[in-house]
């Protein structure tokens, strides 16, 4: 067995050690490829400060980036034995490179060194989601657009359209990534440096890792930069639950829509499952299932506040299971919005739902607004109209003309798209992309 970087000649208790590792060995899986990005990044600062010869980091550099390649194909496995993805690379290292392996753990802690591999691991996370949202919220404008002219209302009320409805989600979308845009800037900087939570004695130059890995900055302050673990996910699971929102509600408004009661949209048959008895029936379970995983999604920031509100500074063992409910959420979200994306693209409208006489009374609103503008008091047309409802002799002229911004006759989605733009634009993805190709070339 692969003895622990902190033991010593005590081997621990097989039952406390499969309480205290948990799931932590399935969930470091996913942060391997940053774990290895990580280590190089700091290699380098180490050999630039005098810890490590330039011969050694060249070594440790190729064999980290043959690793890297491994973790990138979704082979790398954390063997039995082995504690963590930190030991799994640093026994990878001494086995091809002998005791340089041991080298790169100079001047960290696994305490730093899982903050960091969390943060690189989540802003890979949200640039994900970050372009998948936009993908739906561009689906969702075009079908706005090609559909504006379609009334609609869920209720007898006043007229509604297809293109509000569709525009209505898009613009939730926009204002959702803003508040990613912010949990993106949280996650974004750098913790490198802080050790366990107290910083180090070597000449450690933060500046230079931060550079390296294309943070926008770093957590200056060592205590805070422990402090921050469970706050970060935190932020940014409340910023996953924006999205959820509106994909759930989203979700509800499907269901209801696709109904027989309704009949205000179609789903194509392939993509819904029937019933073992009814053979008419035809279930929107993709709708179905968004809905319940959203809702779920939208739960996650009070777990992760439930784990760590009562935690004092430093490092507890408590966050480890953070990972566990954080991690995964990722690919459920993005799963949800790929769903949802090409259900709406593929879905029909029903451009007929007015036909229907129960809708006449639609345009009642209409009709005092139209006698007002040729000079009537408000207060008098609405009772005329009123009147002739109750006596069944309203007739209504289904012309709708809404002309202020937002309205039916203008959405605005021009403009939506223009806000939603510059929301994007205000990620730094580029700098992020440029900083890994230059570290990994």
């Known amino acids: ?12 208790d097989k039952e406390v050690e499969t309480f205290t590792v948990g799931k932590d060995r ?8 940053y774990d290895v990005l990580g280590s190089m990044a700091h290699i380098t600062m180490l050999e630039s400060i005098g810890l490590l010869a330039k011969e050694e980091l060249t070594v440790l550099l190729a064999e980290l980036k043959n690793i890297y390649a491994v973790a990138d194909r979704g082979e790398f496995v954390i063997e039995e034995g082995v504690e963590d993805v930190h030991s799994q690379v640093e026994l990878m290292l001494t086995r091809r490179l002998g005791d340089i392996g041991k080298k790169i753990h100079s001047g960290r802690s696994r305490n730093d060194q899982v903050l960091l591999d969390l943060k690189l691991y989540t802003r890979a996370q949200i640039r994900e989601l970050v372009e998948l949202t936009n ?13 504006k002219e379609v ?5 007898i009320a006043m007229p509604s359209s297809f293109g509000l409805w569709f525009g209505a989600y898009a613009e939730s979308l926009m204002d959702d990534l803003q508040m990613m845009q912010a949990a993106y800037k949280v996650c ?4 490198l440096g802080s050790a366990a939570g107290y910083g180090s004695s070597f000449p450690l130059n933060r500046q230079m890792t931060t550079d390296l890995l294309g943070f926008d900055s770093m957590d200056y302050n060592v205590v805070y930069a422990q402090m921050g673990r469970g706050k970060m996910e935190r932020t940014v699971a409340f910023a996953m639950a924006g999205i959820a929102a509106t994909l759930s509600k989203l979700a509800f408004d499907a269901c209801m829509f696709n109904s027989q009661n309704f009949g205000f949209i179609k789903l194509p048959d392939q993509f819904t499952t029937g019933s073992s008895i009814m053979p008419h029936k035809k279930n929107p379970d993709v709708f179905e299932l968004t809905r319940a995983k959203c809702n779920k999604i939208q739960g996650l920031p009070q777990q992760i506040t439930l784990i760590c509100n009562n935690l004092p500074s430093g490092y507890f063992r408590d966050l480890q299971i953070i990972k566990e409910v954080f991690l995964p959420a990722f690919d459920e979200l993005k799963d949800c919005i790929r769903m949802v994306t090409h259900m709406m693209r593929e ?6 739902i007015l036909e229907d006489d129960k809708y006449a009374l639609l345009f009642s609103v209409e009709e005092v607004n139209r006698l007002v503008l040729e000079g009537v008091p408000f207060r008098d047309a609405y009772k005329q109209v009123g009147l002739n409802i109750e006596a069944g002799k309203f007739t209504p002229n289904k012309t709708v003309s809404h002309t202020h911004e937002g309205s039916i006759g203008n959405l605005c ?9 510059n929301i994007i634009d205000g990620f730094s993805f580029s700098k992020v992309n440029e900083a890994e190709k230059e570290l990994l070339a």
Do not use: T
């Open 413 to 421: 989605n021009d403009s939506i798209s223009a806000l939603m733009q």
């Open 135 to 147: 993908g739906l919220f561009e689906v969702l404008i075009s079908q706005s657009n090609r559909y």
């Open 151 to 155: 009334l609609m209302h869920l209720q």
């Open 26 to 33: 399935e969930m470091d899986l996913y942060l391997a490829k």
């Open 188 to 191: 974004n900087r750098n913790p």
């Open 347 to 352: 879905v029909k409208v029903n451009d007929h």
């Open 1 to 12: 067995m692969a003895q622990k970087l902190w033991e010593k000649n005590v081997q621990v």
